[in-house]
């Protein structure tokens, strides 16, 4: 499939679905907010184990001590379950509700990180945040906004035409169809996964042997 083929059927996918990726957007945005504003109501104690992970991680770092297979990991923990679950969620037919819930979650994440690496560690933390945090998460926010709205969108496709006979003869068909598109969701994901597993690690790296310790 060429190039130009592949972005006309994400062009016509967005054109028909624009709604969708409004509400889900909108999730995530929500998510962010809220994970932002969450920082300035955790409790002394919360923030101090929470600088202790990442001074903890800062001098693994610096020790040059990374486990790029953990990283891995990890990473893969933080995120596949997600996009199975959106997956499985899509084949349902109460699933809307709940794929936006976990949209909104993911973007509490990602809102409460940043903020309490600038809030507790001010510019270095900007900095940490900048160059070792959104990267990745440039290339999965898009990746869970299309996981999102092809699982709702075939949620919905289920609840529409459920009692339309050629629909239920050709189920398995859309559902190989359905499950080829979030495989392609996430051999994209794939590339933030080695960027936080190979490149953040290294970027941090940077960072340390540029101003000091992260920590404050």
Known sequence: MSENKV????????????????????????????GMYSVRYMGSFDKTDLLSYIKNFNTAINSGNISYKSIFSETLKSNVPILLAMWFLGLTMIGIPIILIIDIIKGFTIGFTI???????????????????????????????????IAMDFSMAILKDKSNRQWTSNIWVMVTSYSLSFLLVAAVMFIGFLMETYLTPNIVKLIIASVGSIII
Not at 9 to 34: D, P, R
Not at 119 to 127: F, P, V
């Open 115 to 149: 903020s309490f690496m600038v809030n507790g560690m001010g510019m270095k933390g900007m900095m940490f945040s900048l160059l070792g945090v959104l990267p990745q998460n440039i290339i999965y926010i898009p990746c869970f906004i299309l996981a999102s709205v």
């Open 7 to 34: 972005l006309g059927l994400l062009n016509k996918h967005v054109q028909s679905n624009f709604w969708l990726y409004i509400i889900s957007l909108l999730c995530i945005c929500t998510g962010i907010v809220l």
